[in-house]
């Protein structure tokens, strides 16, 4: 009966430990916690062999690669785990959607000054094959066309 108790506590998802915080969004993972979480939303994988198999093709990593990024991810708060016999089972406490919506939000603020309006002019110039726009700042193509900075950034 104890044993049978037991199991079935290992099973339920454990409270997150005082201090514990929630993850902020993409802003807060690198290049290869991202790759892991894509695995995670896109995949489905659950387990750190899932995850490894998911991103063998464009990533070969160990297993204990993987364990220890799932580990970190599991710390900020990005992925929940849970016990299941040998093997810890991971789901996402970031979502997808979410994350999408804050990674944009930061690309506006960071590239186009907060606007919507100057990313889809930028996408459609770029998609046409335009030329770059002109400088908006007065000293900027001054700056661009030195000679000493051409010959800084041979």
């Known amino acids: 009966m104890a044993k049978t108790a037991r199991k079935a506590i290992e099973?339920?998802?454990h409270p997150a430990p005082a201090g514990a915080r929630q993850c902020r969004?993409?802003?807060?993972?690198?290049?290869l916690e991202l790759e892991c979480?894509?695995?995670?939303?896109?995949?489905?994988?659950?387990?750190?062999?899932?995850?490894?198999?998911?991103?063998?093709?464009?990533?070969?990593?160990?297993y204990t690669t993987v364990l220890t990024l799932l580990d970190r991810l599991s710390r900020k708060g990005a992925v929940t785990r849970t016990k299941q016999g040998k093997a810890y089972?991971?789901?996402?406490?970031?979502?997808?959607e979410l994350s999408r919506q804050?990674?944009?939000?930061?690309l506006l603020q960071s590239y186009f000054e907060g606007?919507?309006?100057?990313?889809?002019?930028?996408?459609?110039?770029?998609?046409?094959?335009?030329?770059?726009?002109?400088?908006r700042y007065r000293n900027q193509s001054r700056l661009e066309n030195s000679p000493?900075?051409?010959e800084c950034l041979l």
């Open 37 to 62: 979480m894509k695995a995670i939303w896109l995949h489905k994988a659950q387990t750190v062999s899932d995850v490894q198999e998911s991103l063998q093709p464009l990533r070969p990593l160990a």
């Open 25 to 31: 969004g993409p802003q807060e993972l690198s290049r």
């Open 89 to 96: 089972v991971y789901a996402p406490s970031l979502s997808l």
């Open 11 to 13: 099973v339920l998802p």
């Open 102 to 106: 804050e990674a944009l939000a930061e």
């Open 148 to 150: 000493d900075l051409q």
């Open 115 to 135: 606007s919507r309006e100057r990313l889809m002019e930028y996408l459609e110039n770029s998609a046409a094959g335009a030329p770059r726009e002109q400088p």
